[in-house]
């Protein structure tokens, strides 16, 4: 039953022409996937495709420390 599944799953991919089309059928797999995985607890299990446009830069930087954390490395 399983490799038949993943046969219809990958028949069924092969048959879309789109790109958005594939990212919407593959982002909502993803999300029933979500759902029975026994990690759904953690933030990259569910991890879904969207476009470029729609990611927005913030300015994080790890390598930057507080002033209150970077005094406890001279001390």
Known sequence: MQ?????DLERYLQSLEDE??????LNAFRQILHEYSPFKSQPVDC???VK???????DYNP???APPEKRLLFT
């Open 52 to 58: 470029q446009g729609a990611v927005l830069p913030n």
């Open 3 to 7: 490799r038949q599944l993943i046969q």
């Open 20 to 25: 958005e089309e594939k990212i919407t059928a």
């Open 47 to 49: 991890v879904l495709w």
């Open 63 to 65: 390598n930057n420390l």
